[in-house]
């Protein structure tokens, strides 16, 4: 094909982004899905339980939707998280202007930076252990990235953004109160945009996570920070898309002026299955228990084939080691037909550690625990 002059080679960008951690696990996959009684597949979060009805009822009731959606949402939409945030998580004071819904809260990380004006010569910092849209976020917008849990090994050096996930993906650690407050204060000092990633706010078992956005830690004042959430982990709303992000009306302006221009709108019906989503508790605490009992399962049988489990306080997920390289932890666990995702996908720090999710069917878990039992 003959290319114009001045339009970027093929692969151009990609080449500018991290390699898909993922495909790095196609052997392995492969290998495990050849097991006589099946994969276990535990690398990846996705909900396989229902959708609850009172969600797909809403879905269905706004399924006439032949006008373009506004890219702010619907007041009712809007309305909900605020209440959500009050009701679930303590967050008072903010108003409509103060929240944004998004389509998935993957697409708002990856692009948030370049939409709000960060590029060559800016810094963004992120977790040491961190999901890695983050710094496909940074390379996106053409900006460094560094992943370090220390502020003081920046130096003298301001990111322009600064992530923090609590609880994490993938560790599942939960942050202290006083340590997020002692984050927000060093980020309004320098003039950092300190972003909150909270997808797994609901998602506890050993802790009690609390937002950036709560009032004990912010000083009831959402300027200069963000908080993203998602519907997708509590609600099973991974296939609706369903996010939102909420803060300082300032900076959710701004968001609001470049989406509007791009055109990236939340369709209508999944704005009302997302308000029918936020005001049902019932599905969520169903959810919970569900869960609960396959991280139960799966974490006693981890701890008697011989691995610790660290962290692991909150979130889908189980931090585990053996104390040898990740990906012979994963190779092993192949050949009994059990998927689990390499810790190096997060960061060096995560060499030794792999991350089983707990998302799986109650009989697939069963299947795991069973072949977990021959090491």
Request: aromatic share 6%; glycine share 10%; charged share 20%.
């Amino acid at each position: 094909m003959t290319r114009r002059p001045g339009l970027p080679a093929l692969g151009a960008v990609s080449g500018r982004l991290p390699d898909f951690p993922w495909d790095q696990l196609t052997e392995h996959a492969a290998r495990a899905r050849s097991h006589p009684d099946g994969i276990v597949d535990l690398s990846v979060g996705t909900p396989v339980d229902p959708t609850p009805q009172v969600v797909q009822q809403a879905l269905r009731d706004a399924a006439d939707s032949p006008g373009y959606p506004l890219t702010i949402g619907l007041p009712e939409t809007r309305q909900a998280c605020l209440d959500w945030l009050e009701r679930r998580a303590g967050v008072t004071g903010l108003g409509l202007d103060a929240v944004l819904p998004v389509i998935g809260s993957k697409e708002l990380i990856a692009s948030l930076p370049g939409h709000l004006g960060v590029g060559p010569g800016d810094l963004v910092a992120y977790p040491a252990l961190a999901y890695p849209t983050y710094e496909v976020g940074a390379a996106l917008a053409g900006a460094r990235a560094v992943a370090t849990d220390s502020l003081t090994a920046l130096g003298p050096e301001v990111p322009a953004v600064l992530w923090v996930n609590s609880p994490s993906n993938p560790t599942g650690r939960v942050l202290p109160p006083e340590h997020l407050r002692k984050l927000v204060d060093w980020c309004r000092e320098r003039g950092t945009l300190l972003i909150s990633d909270e997808c797994y706010l609901e998602c506890a078992w050993e802790a009690e996570p609390v937002s950036v956005l709560h009032p004990d830690v912010c000083g009831g004042s959402p300027e200069g920070i963000l908080a993203v959430h998602s519907l997708s982990k509590r609600s099973n709303l991974a296939g609706y898309r369903c996010a939102f992000v909420a803060g300082d009306p300032a900076v959710i302006g701004e968001l609001l002026a470049v989406r509007k221009n791009l055109g990236l709108q939340l369709p209508g019906p999944q704005q009302r299955a997302m308000v029918a989503a936020l005001d049902d508790d019932v599905h969520v605490e169903e959810q919970r228990q569900r869960y609960a009992a396959r991280r139960s399962r799966l974490r006693d049988a981890l701890v008697g084939a011989g691995f610790r489990i660290d962290h692991s306080e909150a979130s889908l997920y189980l931090w585990a080691t053996r104390g040898e390289p990740c990906w012979d932890t994963v190779s092993a666990l192949a050949d009994l037909g059990v998927l689990v995702a390499p810790g190096s996908f997060y960061g060096v720090a995560g060499a030794q550690h792999v991350r089983v999710a707990f998302t799986a069917t109650d009989d697939r878990v069963a299947a795991a625990v069973e072949r977990l039992a021959a090491l």
